[in-house]
């Protein structure tokens, strides 16, 4: 069954805004990561985290093992934000994806 | 760093054909990955393995085998290509940390048409 539930499926934005990504699990996780799928198809490791939170220019993640959540935030979107955005949480060695957030930025 | 390079980047088969995608590692990671992704769908893990001559079946198994020959490569095979199927098939690569998780890098991808 699934493991990871993502959410929203998809967001629109306008450009300066912001918004934030939900992947809930169905059981404990020990690590979680967010990647975001490029326009050839490859998968960016945007962040891993096993705990708390990390923050990379206007992304901001956040893991929580013990409520089975994790968000990516993402603050001031540009143009260039746009794309899909997929979680992935980790459980000995297995990643289990989420179903991925179609992330639209317009001006 | 490190890079995952797959082989080939684009595959065209025909129906009932075998096929055989590869994939090769320089991180010196224990386990590679398998994953297969359809559009608007996320990602299914085909095959893993952990070590040398290890293999795991994923939740996707059934229709593919996969070979670890050495830890630096990891190759699939589509045992009979389906007509019209259309995918991405992802290689993947980790640390193995007995039961922790480690961070996961991923290949470019191979894009299989089936015609």
């Known amino acids: 069954g699934d493991q990871v539930e993502q959410s929203p499926s998809a967001l629109s934005l306008h450009e300066g805004t912001g918004s934030a990504l939900r992947c809930n699990f169905t059981?404990?996780?020990?690590?979680v990561q967010w990647f975001r799928k490029n326009s050839r198809g490859s998968l960016i490791n945007l962040f891993y985290?096993?705990?708390g939170t990390k923050e990379n220019g206007r992304l901001k993640s956040a893991f929580d093992s013990k409520e089975r959540y994790s968000t990516l935030h993402i603050r001031d979107a540009q143009l260039e934000d746009s794309g899909t955005y997929f979680c992935?949480?980790?459980?000995?060695?297995?990643?289990?994806f989420g179903s991925g957030t179609k992330l639209t930025v317009e001006p | 760093g490190g890079i995952i390079t797959q082989t080939p980047k684009f595959l065209i088969g025909q129906e009932g054909q075998k096929l055989t995608l590869k994939c090769q590692q320089n991180?010196?990671?224990?386990?590679m990955y398998w994953y297969r992704q359809d559009s608007g769908k996320g990602l299914r893990l085909i095959y893993y393995?952990?070590?040398?001559?290890?293999?795991q079946k994923g939740d996707l198994s059934e229709g593919y085998d996969a070979s670890r020959e050495k830890k630096s490569s990891f190759s699939l095979t589509v045992t009979s290509a389906q007509k019209n199927e259309m995918a991405v098939f992802l290689c993947?690569?980790?640390?193995?940390?007995?039961?922790?998780?480690?961070?996961?890098?991923f290949g470019k991808g191979t894009r299989l048409t089936v015609v």
């Open positions: 993947a690569s980790s640390i193995h940390l007995g039961q922790g998780s480690t961070e996961v890098f």
């Open positions: 059981t404990t996780m020990r690590a």
């Open positions: 985290l096993a705990s």
């Open positions: 992935a949480a980790s459980n000995y060695n297995v990643l289990y």
């Open positions: 991180f010196n990671h224990d386990t």
């Open positions: 393995s952990i070590t040398e001559n290890d293999l």
